[in-house]
């Protein structure tokens, strides 16, 4: 064709406006066009584990990865969304895939979905595909994919997992999972496949999950019932099963970062999926692991995509566990989308936050800094200023820190990356 795009940025601006809608949940758009691209032919990999969940799918997508790679594995991953760069999105071996690989799977989504009756994608179904069809290309020894919203409809679920994984569930995404935790449980739980170990990474997640694994027949495993993680000397210990049964137990795990409960949830979901365990790759992949916009530290800013009063409330828990300088102060810089619940993350935010900085997100969904400076306000907190911008919200609070203070970025994966951007210009 023609008017085939020639750049990666050329393909993402036709991918954005090919569909009347940004989501557009259901499947069976998705599996027509991956019919024509062969990807149900045959696996994508040689073992595939998808991840859903409301909260803990990238640090647990990012372990995986880690410890996949420790134990000798080539890897694939695929995550959403991304904060600078959309070659974020899909990983190879840890890194990041070049613009003519992701534009090789665009090309190729293309033409099948133009093979026959036309068939309309969203962006993100786009993307979800050509990255699909670039994994099954090389066929990894180990693809993790993360399901973007829900599971039961999101378009990674046009792929059986060998593995799946629920990391949490809680509220968020309400237009299109309601606000039942039962509810958005069973849509989450979707991803899960008969007979196929179902890895449930909370101890409070609601009884629909177990109901829906039950029911399958999936092989049920589940977080403080079927294994474990426990402080143990200056680390952490977990225990668990292989994919034939037999214990497993590793001690004098580092502390990687990231949620423990993520971290557990990884070594049960690697271990059902037929890798042997080795305690030393284990402790080389936790002692080593990043994950960009999640309780990242850059000198005295923390940054954390967290948009959701669960998520905002384990950041709070491990804010108040750092220890302050005398008279420090710790500031927000806070910017929100208008559908987020506000309202519960300022709730959980302010035990630990000493003044506010509301900024505004640009785009149809934005909320003001002027709106989130009254939800501050209605919580008892002192709003220092309302900026039109993160980036004008980091560029006021830089001078204005004392040596010791520290700044929480917050409340959105754009507020993040509009602060790291504006570090990188």
């Known amino acids: 064709m023609s008017d085939t795009p020639s750049t990666l940025d050329a393909w993402l601006e036709r991918l954005e406006r090919q569909h009347p809608v940004s989501i557009d949940l259901g499947l069976e758009r998705v599996a027509r066009v991956a019919r024509r691209l062969g990807l149900e032919a045959g696996p994508i990999a040689e073992r595939v ?34 904060l600078l760069r959309y070659n974020e999105r899909l990983r190879f071996d840890g890194e990041e895939a070049d613009d003519a690989t992701l534009i090789a799977g665009f090309e190729a989504v293309e033409a099948a979905r133009l093979e026959g009756e036309t068939v ?75 007979g196929r170990p179902a890895v449930l990474g909370s101890t409070s997640l609601p009884a629909s999950v177990a109901e829906v ?31 034939e049964g037999a214990a497993l ?55 954390d995509v967290g948009h959701n009063p669960h998520a905002a409330a384990y950041l709070a828990a491990r804010l108040a566990e750092r220890r302050q300088a005398p008279g420090a102060r710790r500031y927000a810089l806070l910017g929100m989308l208008g559908d987020k619940d506000a309202e519960g993350v300022v709730m959980a935010l302010a035990p630990v936050i000493d003044g506010w900085v509301c900024a505004t997100l640009e785009g149809e969904r934005t909320r003001t800094a002027a709106a989130l400076a009254e939800v501050v306000r209605s919580a008892g907190g002192a709003v220092l200023a309302e ?24 409340g959105s994966f754009f507020t993040v990356a509009e602060v790291l951007a504006g570090w990188q210009s």
């Not at 595909?129 to 993790?144: G, K």
């Not at 378009?155 to 606000?179: E, K, R």
């Not at 027949?217 to 000397?233: K, P, W």
């Not at 900026?387 to 917050?410: F, Q």
């Open 213 to 243: 694994a039950d029911t399958l027949g999936a092989v049920r495993h589940t977080l403080g019932e079927d294994y474990h993680r426990e402080a143990a000397g200056d680390g952490w210990a977990w225990q668990g099963l292989n994919a």
């Open 49 to 82: 584990i998808t991840v859903a969940g409301t909260n803990g799918k990238g640090s647990t997508v990012a372990m995986l990865e880690a410890l996949g790679r420790a134990h000798g594995l080539s890897t694939a991953s695929y995550t959403s969304p991304h």
């Open 249 to 303: 137990r590793l001690e004098a795990l580092p502390d990687p970062g990231l949620p423990l409960d993520n971290a557990a949830t990884a070594l049960q979901a690697l271990a059902l999926a037929g890798v042997t365990l080795k305690v030393e790759a284990c402790r080389r992949a936790l002692a080593g692991v990043t994950l960009a916009g999640r309780m990242q530290w850059r000198g005295q800013w923390c940054l």
């Open 387 to 410: 900026l039109d911008s993160p980036r004008a919200g980091a560029d006021w609070l830089a001078p204005r820190l004392g040596e010791a203070d520290e700044v929480l970025v917050c």
């Open 120 to 194: 309309s994608l969203t962006y993100f179904e786009a993307g979800t595909l050509a990255a699909l069809w670039a994994i099954a290309r090389r066929r990894p020894a180990l693809a993790i994919l993360e399901v973007g919203l829900g599971g039961r409809l999101d378009a990674v679920n046009v792929i059986d997992p060998d593995v799946a994984v629920v990391t949490t569930v809680a509220q968020d995404h309400a237009a299109f999972l309601g606000d039942d935790l039962e509810g958005i449980g069973r849509e989450k739980a979707g991803i899960l496949r008969p």
